[in-house]
């Protein structure tokens, strides 16, 4: 007689009893389970000669699985290497973002739970946007929004002189009065 033990992480699941006459071999199927390869990933095995009682015990381990980052922006052009790593059936895995100069994303990083198949992760960034834009846009700060000319230095100084005089009178008007003056 023959007795085969499946085993995963260390205890028994499954055990299948055969009867094998003397000097016979046997040829034995692994039962499939989720998230787990039987050894050497084969599905059946023949053993024998078979001439006294045998126990035999086969250990299954956990499967893995490839996930991949890809770092990209939101056209889908690579902005870094892809991030590849191997995570075990029912695995956890954190992964933070790298910076990358010029661009921005809305996530420090992920945390995915419970793997159970190959996983394709995108990760997008956003460009930021160029500083020299934002000095083009300066440029036009001085220019009168009526006629697109540019405010003479000495007129905007007279401007600011002007407001911040009557900013000057009206906060000391105020005091006066919450004095009671």
Do not use: W
Not at 38 to 50: L, V
Not at 80 to 85: G, K, M, V
Not at 100 to 124: H, L, P
């Amino acid at each position: 007689d023959v007795k085969v033990i499946f085993s995963k992480d260390g205890e028994e699941f499954s055990t299948k009893d055969y009867t094998v006459e003397k000097g016979d071999t046997l040829t034995y199927n692994y039962p499939e389970i989720e998230g787990y390869d039987p050894p050497d990933g084969k599905y059946s095995e023949t053993t024998g000669p078979i001439n006294v009682d045998t126990t035999i015990i086969r250990d299954y381990s956990k499967k893995q699985y490839s996930v991949i980052v890809h770092y990209v922006d939101e056209d889908g052009n690579t902005l870094a290497p892809d991030y590849e790593c191997q995570v075990e059936y029912m695995g956890d895995i954190q992964i933070d973002n790298p910076k990358i100069k010029g661009y921005k994303t809305d996530a420090d990083g992920i945390s995915i739970c419970d793997v159970i198949e190959n996983m394709d992760v995108n990760f997008v960034y956003t460009k930021i946007k160029d500083k020299d834009s934002d000095k083009d846009k300066d440029k036009d700060k001085d220019k009168n929004p009526e006629t697109g000319d540019n405010v003479p230095l000495m007129q905007l100084a007279a401007l600011l002189m002007a407001s911040a005089g009557g900013a000057g009178f009206l906060a000391i008007r105020r005091r006066k009065e919450e004095s009671g003056k």
